[in-house]
């Protein structure tokens, strides 16, 4: 009898903790990724094919900077060790600069970071782990660099379509030129035991290099050009390169070549999902003392879709507009904006957003639209993330007076309406110093969000979700299974999306087994059921007619034997 109540309690040990790791409904709770002694910082995110994610970050439980890295599944339960795994604990400088995180097509975390493993110079070391946890690099990753003894910070990386992978990162030499190397998936290097070079003039320096995918195993890179120093840049410029699988180049451009922009700005690139990409900065082109933000599209073929140097987020006078973030719609070829607005002496500022269309053209007014009014409180990190024709705006909020953020969230139809209740929401409402926030959203339109937050000491990781329908926390009535089985299963994204009134959805199935397939509203009511039977290993589909619901988005949910998995889809008349 004691056996069995030690299992019992085992047990429920078990359940209770996996249960309490789950996505959290409270603004002032969220889900505690890790929050030891020391500090935890510089989280990134990634999604996984199962509707969860990984969250990685920097870690010194132990005394120094290590990595950690957490898998969470769909409804936020760690899938690791309560704290994470260690991925390195080599030495590290005091000083974290950039690094990198992304999902693999197989699952995988693929991590690129520096340390001084080979030295006093920092260098890029990448690594690849499978969902269970295993090094599939080995247990010291592969060192990308060639030449040890040169700082190299800020290392990127994306995978290609033909299942490589290529990283990027500065080479501090002088001038500064950035450097490009390509691994196999088994983590050999392709493009040579030296990295491949792009530099400059003779006095030009290059600097933060980024990449996004494009077609035939290329990539699409942006980086910087200056002279003079970093702090006060000449002559600055944004560069783009189409790179080929095996290094050359495809095309190249110049985005920006008026020369007003701050050497500690970063540009960002974005995929507009079509093999093309979104480049976004700031700059005083007009010698006002003030920064306004813009966005340039160019194509997959090197085509620039909007005018020379950008097209401006907004265009109201005597404010800046700053540290813009863009996400690219690929159903309407519209891009939507996020950024802050602030007077000239930055004592007030707004959070404003902006949509552009497929040429660039301001679609929100020549100032944009206001979400929050001018105030004392800054914002420390704007994000919008688009899903089919959703869109969601989170920003970080500074509160004036106090060294404690706020993390707020908030949604808009395509003509700038505030949705979710026609207000401003709160993603984390704890009073806390709050920095590096990152996000990403998943096939279901379910926004994750990670960041390191000080509530406890000087840093944890943190993090959110916001469901469809602006909820915290797991649907009811529609939540993927605790215990989800490996992928044996699948359940394909219905098509078209957004549809009218009649799409397609198909799944596969691994063996023989009970099938249902049903149809929920954004409530988690159950509209309709479209398979259920019995039904043998194979490929099927079913239609779902929308013609006698209402426009918005519903969720279908695939339930065989004890599978289950849940997708969005939106009904658009």
């Known amino acids: 009898m004691k056996k069995i109540y030690t299992v019992l309690l085992l047990l429920f040990i078990l359940f209770a903790s996996r249960i309490y790791s789950q996505w959290s409904s409270d603004s002032t709770v969220n889900l505690m990724v890790s929050d030891l002694n020391g500090d935890q910082a510089l989280p990134k995110i990634s999604l996984t094919s199962d509707g969860g994610c990984y969250i990685s970050w920097f870690d010194n439980r132990s005394g120094s900077y290590a990595v950690y890295l957490q898998r969470l599944n769909s409804v936020g339960v760690k899938q690791f060790a309560n704290d994470g795994i260690l991925i390195?604990?080599?030495?590290?400088?005091?000083?974290?600069v950039d690094w990198d995180m992304i999902t693999d097509n197989a699952d995988n975390a693929v991590i690129v970071f520096t340390d001084t493993r080979n030295g006093s110079s920092i260098n890029p070391f990448a690594y690849r782990i499978s969902p269970?946890?295993?090094?599939l690099w080995g247990s010291n990753g592969v060192a990308l660099a060639g030449d040890a003894g040169t700082y190299q910070p800020n290392p990127k990386v994306i995978q290609t379509t033909d299942s490589g992978f290529i990283f990027t990162w500065v080479y501090g030499s002088s001038p500064n030129k950035i450097a490009f190397q390509k691994l196999s998936p088994a983590g050999a290097k392709l493009w040579g035991a030296d990295p491949v070079y792009i530099e400059?003039?003779?006095?030009?320096?290059?600097?933060?290099?980024?990449?996004v995918k494009s077609d035939n195993g290329s990539v699409i890179a942006l980086w910087s050009g200056y002279t003079g120093s970093f702090i006060n840049p000449g002559n600055y410029r944004l560069y783009s390169r189409k790179i080929s699988s095996v290094a050359s180049s495809l095309w190249q451009d110049t985005v920006y070549s008026l020369g007003r922009v701050t050497g500690f700005f970063v540009p960002k690139i974005f995929s507009d999902g079509n093999n093309g990409a979104l480049y976004v900065w700031q700059d005083d082109r007009s010698s006002s003392n003030l920064q306004s933000s813009y966005v340039q599209h160019i194509s997959s073929s090197g085509v620039r879709n909007f005018p020379l140097n950008g097209s401006e987020v907004s265009l109201s006078s005597g404010n800046n507009k700053f540290d813009a973030w863009a996400s690219y719609m690929s159903a309407t070829g519209e891009t939507y904006i996020i950024f802050k607005m602030a007077n000239s002496s930055q004592s007030q500022f707004a959070v404003y957003g902006q949509k552009l269309s497929s040429a660039g053209i301001r679609q929100w007014g020549n100032d944009g639209i206001s979400f929050q009014p001018f105030g004392q409180n800054s914002m420390e990190r704007l994000l919008v993330l688009t899903k089919d024709t959703s869109i969601v705006f989170?920003?970080?909020e500074s509160i004036f007076g106090s060294a404690n953020n706020q993390i707020r969230y908030f949604n808009s139809d395509r003509n700038g309406n505030i949705g979710w209740g026609g207000y401003i929401h709160y993603l984390s409402s704890v009073g806390s110093g709050k920095l590096r926030l990152t996000g990403v959203i998943n096939s279901a339109g379910m926004s994750m969000l990670a960041w390191s937050d000080r509530r406890q000491d000087g840093g944890g990781i943190y993090a959110q979700n916001i469901n469809s329908n602006g909820t915290l926390g797991n649907l009811t009535g529609i939540n993927s299974n605790l215990y989800e089985t490996?992928?044996?299963?699948?359940?394909?994204?219905?098509?078209?999306?957004?549809?009218?009134?009649?799409?397609?959805?198909?799944?596969?199935?691994?063996?023989?087994?009970?099938?249902?397939l049903k149809v929920f509203d954004v409530k988690g009511n159950e509209v309709t059921t479209l398979v259920k039977e019995?039904?043998?290993?194979g490929t099927y589909s079913a239609e779902f007619d929308g013609s006698n619901y209402p426009s918005g988005v519903y969720f279908y949910k695939l339930t065989a034997g004890e599978f289950e998995t849940v997708k969005r889809m939106i009904l658009v008349k």
Request: proline share 10%.
């Open 200 to 211: 400059g003039g003779a006095s030009e320096n290059y600097t933060f290099p980024s990449l």
């Open 88 to 96: 390195s604990g080599n030495p590290q400088s005091s000083s974290l």
């Open 132 to 135: 269970s946890g295993n090094f």
């Open 394 to 396: 989170i920003f970080n």
């Open 534 to 537: 019995k039904q043998n290993e």
């Open 486 to 516: 490996p992928v044996s299963f699948f359940l394909s994204q219905n098509y078209p999306n957004p549809f009218n009134p009649k799409t397609i959805i198909r799944y596969t199935l691994s063996k023989f087994n009970y099938v249902s």
